[in-house]
Each structure stands twice: as C-alpha cells, then as structure tokens.
C-alpha cells in the first residue's frame, strides 16, 4: 500500500491520498498480458518501466503478513492469493510504477542529499536521534534489500509524492461546503409522540380466503428453499485418532520429555514485614525475638513506616533471587534474616507450604496417548484423503470409496443451505460446516465431486443426489405463521386508523398533551431524542420511517401522516432542532480527501490512456509452483 511513499510524502494529505490513488487503480484490473514471453524475471511493464517479479514477490510477502497481523489469522500465500491479495499487491506495483514512468517524462529528480536526508530523518532507524546503521542493516535484510536497491526505492517514494504533492496540494474544501454539510450531518431532533399500541387492539380471525390473499401479497416471506439430499464422505484427523496405536516406550519417553509440564513445583506463603531502612527492619527482628507478634508487629510500630503484608503461595521461579533464597531456606513459622530490595528491607515469616506435586504417568497416559495419536492422525490424513481420492478414479461409489478407507458415507435427506431439514430445525447429527454446504449447493447433480480441504483441514467428497428447487409454500404448509403476520399486520392498520382519527382533533389546534389526557390509558404520550439523522430510531422506539418524517418536519408541527414506531403508530411532533456551530476539522479533511480522489481518479485514467501496462502472467503463475496452487 505504498507505506514507503507515505512515510517520506512532503505533506499529510498526499500520504491520505495515497492510499486512496491504488484503490482507484485497483478498478482497472490486471490489464493485457504479455503474448509468448518468457522472461519471468520481469512481472510488469509500465510504459518503459519493467518491474522485476522479486518486487511483486516482496509487496505480496508484506501485504500478505501485513492481512494476517489486522485480522489475527495465519494464511499461507495460497490462502493469500485466493482472497484477492496477490492481486492487490500487483496493483499496487502498476500504480507506482505509473506515477514513476510519469514523473520521468516530466524530468522531476531527486537529489541524493534528499534521499540521504530521509532516511536520516526516518525514525525508524534512529537511536537517541541519530542513524542507527545496526537498525538500518537490519531493516534491510527483513525486506531482502541491498543499500542501494532501498536507495533508489526512497528516491523513487519521494519522487512519486512530489508529482501527487503538486496535482493535489493546492486543493481543499470550501467553507461553504463543510459547514452546510457539517449542520446537516450534525443535526439532532427532538419530538413527542402519541402513540396507539398495537398489542391493545383486537383483531378478528382471519378467513381462509383473506390467508390466501395475504400469502399471494406475501410470498416472499414465505418461499420454501431449495433442499438437496445429498451422499458426504469427510476425513478428519478425529476420525482415525482412536485406531492409531502408541506404544508404551514411545508414551514413556513423551511423559519424560513432558517432565516439567507435568511437575508442580513447591510454593510458599510467607507473611513479610517492609521498611525503608534497615534500623527499624533490625528492630522489628528485635521485638520478635523477644516475643511480639508478626502480624501485628507493623500496628505497633506504624509511626516507624513499618507494613505488613501476605506473599504468595508462590514458586521459587516467580521470585526475586534474593527473596526465593530468605523464603525457600525457611522453617515452619521462621523469620528471615533481613533481606535488602529495591523497595526496601523485608522480614519474611513462612506460613505454609504446598509441596511438590507431580502427575503420574498413569494420569496422564490417556492424554499424552491422543496427543500423540493426533499427530499421527494429522500426518496420516493427506495419505487417506488420497486413497479416498484414487478409489473414485479407480471407478469405485463414493460409499464403496468410504468403506474402503475405514470410513461411512453420511447421507442428508432434504438438506438446505443453512444445514436445516425440510421442518426449518438443524439436521440430526449435525450439520455440515458452511465451506462444504456451499461447495453442495453449487454442485451439479448426480456428480461425485473433487476431493477438498477446508481451511480446518476437513477433507470431502460429496454427491448430489437429488434438488427439490425452491417454491412458494402452500397455506396448508404455513398456516399459523401467515395467521400470525396477518393479525400483526391487521393489529397494525388498526392502530393506524384509530391514530388518523386522533390526528383529526390535533389538526384542529388541540395539544398532544391536552388530547393524551382527554384520552387516558388508550394513548401513551411520550417524549424522544435527541437523536440524529443517520439513526434507526430503535433506541427512541421508533422505525426509520418514523425518523425521516422527524427530519422532514418543522419545529413545532405534526408529521403529515401517522407514523410506525415499534410498538404500533403515533402522532409524531418536532419539538427541538439542533444544529451544531463551529469548524469541524475531521469533516473537513473528509471532504478535501474526497474532492483530491476525484482528481487522483481522472488522473490515474489518463495515465492508463498514456502508458500500456502489461502482466506476465507466466511469472506471476511462477510464483506458485503446480504443486502448491
């Protein structure tokens, strides 16, 4: 993503508009390839620029490590690629290459006291200040840079951003524009509403013909999916865990490797005695010899800035060496000789010990055994997802195939998508992960599919064996649910009637409150915000409907018409506007972000019109050898 361009850009926003140039490129696509060509060194050309494949190579390596650290995940570069970032990374190759063919056309250079003074000024590489050359060699050979390969790359980084500097610099946006723009985005309304409930009123039973009609008007809500049955053969390490066998030498020697794992050590409590010189450490050990007692010795010499405190239980480990040797040489209810730390002087007094516990190997045998047989298992699955494989290109079904690896084949009678059965309730047993369903239901009929791995290291066959498509449910199918929307619905037309009868009588000049309290318990009257433009109203109750007519009515009026809120309809009043005064610096650089892309857009077109591009596609292909993609 440029991060080099950015770090050394002459100015803020050209390192904001950066990033915002390569995803405008990024809409282009690839481009043409190269016809015949077999120079895979180079992976792009740009105009007259070649840009070598190492180059791809290490922009995909950064951005690959870069998606993995954002979203806590471990991809491979296969993985990497699949999800869009190998092409991501060539991209961001054409884009620099692009703006580096044009700055030499324009013959805007930079001087080598320039390069050498960004990368002094780089923090990156500096220790109290200065260059750093142990930090900067190792900076280097974390990218698999030479000196002056990292030169020119800063050379070209300052060049790009001196040409986007100069198309972009002299643009912000206007005044005007930010503050008409921050009032409307910034607005906040209060109103009051009164509110009908629709749970109040009564609905009557719904005719056979009246379901009909409203199961045709709604269809859509009530549309059966697609269900597949369907023949699945999986292999996981689980599976075959329970058949490998381990023998005792081999459990034995993992017990003793495990040795420390398995061993508690000893921990102690101790009581301490702390002071910040030894003369009253001294005479706190006085007073004990003599009888006091030690946790009440810190009360009586207070003044003295003597305290008391409990340590523990801990292991010799976890302590200071200073403390561990006082602590662990200890006898039951001894004292320590004064022991010095950073903190001050400590008397400890042992309370009590928890010894030394070390599981059996009786105890743990079962878990080292499946541990072990785990990783067997997991070694062992490539080799039987093979045979699986083989079997089937020997002519074999897929349930023969299963059988013949030491597995069943699972049948799912009238599956959907989403792992339910034809009652809408999960399949017994368990559904297959989302991965395979899809893979299922994008599958041709009556085929055997490839042999797959999912990301969790699943390996699966699979057979359609049959497809009822998706239809409209009959009533007799959903009776009770379309009864159940129909009252809901009614229930709601109801209470919107009885609010346009009551809207009547505020239309004539009658208060909200004066027409609650004329009403009773047959209204509620309730008052809401602020709340915001973009909001959804639910935190106030109300339906982003009844939002827009908020904002689409004068302070001190009635919405037009009734409005929906969460628990029926209602009268909906504006009570309060608020609209916020001042500059607003983030929507400001927001909106100069936005007007520099419109710019950086018709640029980058105009340098796709200029100069060629054109991908190897043999050399990107090399990047992944036929085995590994």
Known sequence: MLDAMRKRANSWFVR????????????????????????????????????????????????????????????????????????????????????????????????????????RNDQRFATDGNLDRARFDMYLRSLGLGEAQYVEQVRADIGRARVLDALTGSIAAPSVLVERLGAWRGETRSGTLLEVASDAMTAPEPTDAELEAFLEENIDAFQAPEYRTVTLVTLTADDIVDEIEIDEARLREEYEARADFYTTPERRRVGQLLASDRETIEEARLALEEGAVF?????????????????????????????????????????????????????????????????????????????????????????????????????????????????????????????????????????????????????????????????????????????????????DEVRDDVAALWRQEERQRLATERVEAIMADARSGRTLETIAAGL????????????????????????????????????????????????????????????PEGDQPELREQLTAALRNDVLIQYEAALRRRYPVEVNEAAIASLFPADEF
């Open 16 to 119: 904001a508009l950066l990033l915002v140039l390569i995803a405008s490129f990024a809409v282009w696509g690839i481009g043409d390839t190269f016809f015949g060509r077999q120079d895979i060194a180079i992976a792009v050309q740009v105009g007259d620029i070649e840009v070598p494949l190492q180059e791809v190579d290490r922009a995909f390596e950064i951005d690959r490590r870069a998606f993995g650290e954002q979203f806590g995940a471990t991809l491979d570069r296969r993985q990497a690629a699949s999800l869009g970032i190998l092409n991501r990374s060539l991209q961001n190759v054409i884009a620099r290459a692009l703006v580096d063919q044009h700055r030499r056309d324009l013959g805007i250079g930079v001087s080598d006291a320039e390069v050498a003074a960004a990368i």
């Open 295 to 475: 946790a009440e010795l810190a009360d009586s010499m207070a003044d003295r800035g003597l305290t008391y405190g409990p340590l523990g239980p801990t292991a010799r480990e976890d302590l200071p060496p200073e403390f561990a040797d006082a602590i662990f040489a200890l006898g039951p209810d001894e004292v320590s000789e004064p022991v010095q730390s950073a903190f001050g002087w400590h008397l400890f007094r042992l309370i009590e010990v928890e010894p030394e516990t070390v599981r059996s190997f009786e105890d743990a045998r079962d878990e080292i055994r499946r541990d072990l047989a785990l990783d067997r298992a997991i070694d062992q699955l490539p080799d039987l997802a093979s045979a699986l494989d083989d079997g089937i290109a020997a002519g074999e079904s897929l349930e023969e195939a299963a059988l013949a690896v030491g597995t069943t084949a699972r049948r799912f009678q009238a599956i959907d998508a989403q792992g339910r059965d034809a009652t809408g309730a999960p399949v017994e047993g368990g559904a297959p992960s989302p991965e395979i369903l899809a893979a299922i239901f994008a599958a041709p009929l009556e085929e055997t599919s490839l042999l797959e791995e999912t990301p969790g290291g699943t390996f699966y066959m699979f057979r359609v064996d049959a497809s009822e498509p998706s239809r409209p449910r009959r009533l």
């Open 520 to 579: 009773g318990d047959e209204v509620t009257l309730r008052r809401f915000g602020p709340i915001g433009r973009a909001a959804d109203g639910s935190e106030a109750g109300l339906t982003p409907e009844a939002v827009e007519a908020l904002f689409a009515t004068d302070k001190g009026n009635l919405a037009r018409e009734p409005v929906a809120t969460r628990n029926g309809s209602a009268i909906l009043r504006t009570d309060a506007i608020m609209v």
